[in-house]
């Protein structure tokens, strides 16, 4: 019984990191349109960033967030002008094509720079644990969580309280009627765009503590984020969580009750399941685009 | 994207051309080679690389060239073949080369299954869908240790042969392979299949409401793209002598089919096999120079967005577009008539025994009860009831946001209603798909104009289907019945000097009318038409209106929505008009103009004023 709850509440928490590593994927989706296949790229790039900072300078990866974030942000909002801009106007399928070259020439520029070589960032507390009576909680783990939290509360204000936020849920729903009534589409895209790299800034920060980083860990994490955004209904942000959290305890059972092995097995089992039956996924409303009778 | 003409409209090309000299030496040259230097076993090796990512690239070009569906776990269909192969090799002991055709069947069904996960999703789903099937299917050969070897792999026979023989077997399996392959793609194209699927590519809503049935095509389209390439997984798999999960179903061997089939030129017929002989070199070089594994990976990273940014359309169409250019060989069509002829009007004859125009009052042909849509908190139809009868010209009227064009959707099948039903000719078909409404005699026009931009105004007008049959999809795409009879209608609508045209280049209301001429090849019994007269000049919406009385003459139903007051009022015989997503009055064009509760909801504030503009849209 102590190993079910424990589980399931293990699970919680690493859904609450996954729930971090997959808004910036469901945001630019909900915005653009866009399957942005780098996304994961980015966060492991935002992770061996994190660790060449902390092993140079010993800073806290925690508080290194407030270096990577803003870089992020930079390269997001680069990466948008420099190159999706550009090919946003042909099919939708050729932005896909080209994330995913980038994604590519973003794994063997890492492999370049920090070699294949599985990167942690320890700090001391990264196999320290909370003990709440027979339960065990990671600090790690639970540091992780509430910055995701934290990161996702901001995300929600942003969304829902500021102007900028107004013009990017109205620039999702309606690009032209958005423009019709003054928004500069291309600002807001920017934006956006950088904002879910933004996200990867900190998510990378948390995943250098919790999991082992090397350039080819992006599949997994494309596997991941992906399964977690379908699920959740593709560009809801609030499906992006539930989906995160259902997926989270999903991986830990299957982990604990099965093996690890066919733990990254549940995503892609998802994944096909979702789009088979459910196409919207949880959250997400059918939009009228997307509608085949 | 660029679609190759379809070879049925193009003029006959004579045989003996520059062209085929090139292939034909080409062709020789690969034949010949392994036997000429049966020694050199690094460029054999090469070569039958080549082979394996040109039968990958060329079936690619089928699912995302021609049917716009972007697949990044292509290489997951040459770990099905080896795989396949692998395991059999070692319980039927026969030679590889028979049993690489299973492999291809195991591609093929498993398809079925990608297939099947998009016939209700669009392009980003397929992404996805494609990225987990691959990783799946290297888990379960990485996981199911029992069965499939685990990530030690599996070992196959050495070939009987001796050395002497070398690789030539493989060789000429997989060049005939490729060959096979581009045959299959170059067979597509000119097939109704092929037409389907550069249809979906260009719109998929409109391919589905003039007939085509995109699940199919859909599923039909990932087969295709699969089942050549698990034929070659077989054969690869020989090759090697050794497989394992993560060699066979490899994301990288996806980038290089992707890069492969876009650097040739996406849609075109050779373009992914010239892809295929560039891109392995280039792997070999930078294979070769690259101490470090990802110099490889950010080369091959780099020259996918580098084509996506500046060679978008790929080599092949680029060249031609060059070559073309400096021909002038295009005509320029703007020196044409480019305002339709005025001529008299006889409608060419529509479905074979259908009643010359009944006129209102006949027995209705399409009943809507209690349609009601909803989209969040928002109801755009709620509660909507009316009939429409057999013959009639029926307007359908109402302030913008009244629900109109949701009807259209609701009653043409591109959006399911909450609740209600729709009835054609007594029939329910509220639950039908598109295309099926579309065999049933209903076709529609859309707001803004749909044709296939990239497609000819002939190819446009022969594309919709009156019916599915499988014996149709291998048939010609546009066969001489089908022209003849697509010549006339566009003749009818004043347009046949266009039909070679790309249908882009036609102005708004050239395209309404071509829309229009699409329509009538399905033979309707109802036509939906959505603003006919809507953003097109003064002077062809006399000519749009002397269209549909002629059609309707022959005893075709329409109904209109139309925004142009004067000209709906005039040509209807029945109106419709809508407020807040129901019809709140009906009647006689006469009896609306003087209905109370239709001057309160909508002629009050806008008949006046329009009256006194004389015609201008509101």
Redesign the interface.
Known sequence: MTLLVQTILLGLLIGGVYALFASGLTLV?GVM?I?N?AHPAFLVLAGLFTYELWSRLGIDPLLLTLVTTPVMFAVGWLVYKG?VA??RS?????S???T??????????????W??VFRSVTPVYFNQSFHVGALVLPKAQVFGCAASAVVLFLLYLLLTRTWMGRAIRSASENPEGAHLVGIDIGTVSAFTFAIGIATAGVGGSVMSILYPIF?ASQ?VW??RT??II?LGG?GSLPGAVLGALVLGVAETLTATYV?T??S??V???V??VV??VK?EGLMG?RM?K???? | MTAEPAPAVAARRPLLTWRNALFALAGAALIAFPLLRPGDQYHQTVLILIFVLGVMATGWNVIAGFTGYVSLGQSAFLGLGAYTVGLLVHKVHVSPFLLAPLGGVVAAVMAVLLGSTIMRNRGHAYVIITIAFLFLMQAIGLNASGFTGGSDGITLPLPPWGLGVGNAPFYYALLALMLLSTLMTWWIRRTKFGMGLVAIREDEDKAAAIGVRTSVYKVLATVASGVLIGVAGGIYAYFLSFIDPRGMFDILVSVQIVLAALLGGLGTIWGPVLGAFLVVPMNEVTNGVAAAQGVHLFVFGLVLVAVVMFLPRGLIPTVRGWVEARRKSTVAFERRQSVPRVVELSAPRMRAGADPAPGPGGRPLLEVDGLVKRFGGLTAVDGCSFSVAEGSLTGLIGPNGSGKTTVFNLVSGMMRPNQGSVRLGGEAIEKLQPWDRAYRGLGRTFQSTRLFPKLTVMENVVAPLKRFEWALLPADAVSGREARRAMELLDFVGLADFGPQPAWQLSFGQKKLVELAQLLMLEPRLILLDEPAGGINPGLIERISDTIRALNKQGLTFVIVEHNMPMVLELCDAMLVMANGRVIAEGSPDAIQSDRKVLDAYLGEDWNAEAAAEGARP
């Open positions: 989706f349109g399957v296949v190159l550009r090919v042909s099919a939708t399928s050729m896909v094509v080209l995913f070259g980038l994604a590519i020439a973003l794994e063997g520029a890492m492999g370049m720079t070699k294949n350039p599949y494309i596997s992906l399964g379908v593709m093996s092995q066919w990254v097995v995503f892609y089992v994944i096909l789009l088979l196409p409303a009228r997307d509608v085949v009778a």
